[in-house]
């Protein structure tokens, strides 16, 4: 299999495909922001967490789709993916360990 036909095996998404994904990211950062400006939200106990996944959701989009890890080799995800799981457990362990999340 020759170079060029790995490649039209995997095609890239659409241009419109990426204007999906960029207002996808768009309307998770105005939900961010808009949570910020709510004092009772803020004060709540959710708060930090919701944060937190509205920012990882965005995190896999952007490398899913811009970075182009979805049309990657097995490999290449493992690599990324694997390290990315520790560095999570990580810091979730680090936010329970100094009391930003409740139980």
């Known amino acids: 299999m020759s170079h060029d036909s790995k490649h039209a095996a995997h095609a ?6 990426y204007l999906k994904v960029a207002a996808i ?4 950062t105005v939900i961010e922001v808009w ?3 709510i004092p009772a ?9 919701s944060l937190i996944i509205m920012s990882a959701l965005k995190f896999a989009i952007v490398v899913l789709f811009y970075m182009h890890l979805k049309y990657d080799h097995k490999l290449f ?3 990324f993916t694997g390290p990315l799981i520790i560095a999570m457990g990580t810091i979730t362990a680090l936010l329970f360990l100094f009391g930003k ?3």
């Not at 890239?12 to 495909?17: D, I, Q, V």
């Open 12 to 17: 890239h998404p659409s241009g419109a495909t």
């Open 77 to 79: 995800k493992a690599l």
């Open 25 to 28: 990211l768009t309307i998770i």
């Open 101 to 103: 999340v409740a139980l």
């Open 41 to 49: 939200l803020v004060a709540s106990p959710l708060f930090n967490p």
């Open 35 to 37: 949570a910020y400006y």
